[in-house]
C-alpha cells in the first residue's frame, strides 16, 4: 500500500520487515505489536541512534497503515523504491561475474513476484530485471511481503522493453525464454551453462510477447512427469523455482 502523500511504501510481514535490519536507512517508521517489540529491539536501537521513529500499535492500526490483514504483527514504511535503469557498466558486470540474470516480461500478479523474487535469492539470483510496461507488476506491499525478507537480497532493474533489452544483450548472454508449450525441456544437458544467461519468464496467461521470444536464442519448457497432466500449466513463481534450481545446479555442477 502507497501512500503518495509521503511518496511511502508499506512493507510488512514479520520476515519482510525483519530484513530491513540489513538497510535501516530505507525506513521513515516503523511500527509493531507488543508482542514483536523484543524481536525489534536491535532495529529499534539503530534507529533511535538515526532519529527515526518507532512505535507500538495495535493490529487495527497496522491493518489501517498497510491494507492488509497479513502484517503479523509488524509494518515499516519506506521510501516508494526507485528502480535504477540497467547501464552497459551493469551488462559487463554481469558477463564478468558469469551471472543468471533474470528478466520478467509482463509478470502481473504481485505475490507471483514476489514469489519470483524469494525463489530467485534461495538460488542465488541477484539481479532481476523489468520493465515499465503497464502489465507488469512493480514492487507493492504484497509483493514485499510474499518475499519474505529476499527484497533486501535482490537487486531489482528496470528497463523501457523487454524485448530491447533482450536484443542489447545478443551476444553476450545465451538468452533463455520459457514456453510451456514448446521448446527444449528444462533438465535436457547444456541447456543453461556455467557462463551465465538471462533467463526469461512470461505473462501468466500469455507467456512471454511474441518479440521477446524472437530476441531469445532458445526457448526451454518445464516437462510434466505424466503422459496426461490433470491441469496445462504450472504457475509461473512455481515454474521460475524449477528453472532457477537447474539453472544454479549447472552453473555449480551440483
Known amino acids: 500500500m502507497k501512500n503518495k502523500r509521503n511518496n511511502e511504501l508499506a512493507v510488512c510481514g514479520f520476515a ?7 538497510k535501516p536507512e530505507k525506513i521513515s517508521r516503523l511500527y509493531f505489536t507488543a508482542d514483536r517489540a523484543y524481536s525489534f529491539g536491535a532495529l529499534c536501537r539503530l534507529l533511535a541512534a ?43 558486470a554481469w558477463r564478468i561475474s558469469n551471472e543468471t540474470v533474470l528478466l520478467l516480461d509482463r509478470i502481473g500478479n504481485a505475490n507471483n513476484f ?10 542465488g ?13 512493480y514492487i ?3 509483493a514485499y511481503r510474499t518475499a519474505q525478507g529476499a527484497m533486501e537480497k535482490v537487486m531489482v532493474f ?10 542489447k544483450v545478443g551476444g553476450i548472454f545465451p538468452r533463455i525464454g520459457t514456453d510451456s508449450c514448446g521448446g527444449q525441456l528444462v533438465h535436457a544437458p547444456d541447456i543453461f551453462p556455467a557462463e551465465g544467461c538471462v533467463l526469461v519468464l512470461g505473462n501468466e496467461e500469455t507467456g512471454i510477447s511474441r518479440a521477446v521470444r524472437e530476441n531469445c536464442d532458445m526457448l526451454v519448457s518445464v516437462p510434466s512427469p505424466l503422459k496426461t497432466p490433470l491441469v496445462d500449466s504450472l504457475n509461473v513463481a512455481q515454474a ?3 528453472l532457477l534450481y537447474e539453472a544454479a545446479k549447472r552453473k555449480n555442477h551440483v
Do not use: W
Request: negative net charge; hydrophobic residues 40%; charged residues 20%.
Open 16 to 22: 519482510a520487515v525483519k530484513a530491513l535490519e540489513q
Open 50 to 92: 538515526k532519529r527515526i521513529p518507532y512505535n507500538q500499535a495495535v493490529p487495527e492500526e497496522l491493518e489501517k497503515l498497510c491494507g492488509s490483514v497479513h502484517h503479523q504483527g509488524a509494518v515499516a514504511m519506506i521510501r516508494t523504491p526507485e528502480l535504477p535503469s540497467v547501464c552497459e557498466r551493469d551488462i559487463e
Open 114 to 123: 514476489g514469489a519470483i523474487v524469494r525463489s530467485a535469492a534461495f538460488f
Open 125 to 137: 539470483v541477484t539481479n532481476l530485471v523489468i520493465s515499465g510496461d503497464e502489465n507488469q507488476s
Open 140 to 142: 507493492t506491499t504484497s
Open 158 to 167: 528496470s528497463v523501457s522493453s523487454t524485448a530491447v533489452f533482450l536484443k
Open 240 to 242: 521460475a523455482s524449477i
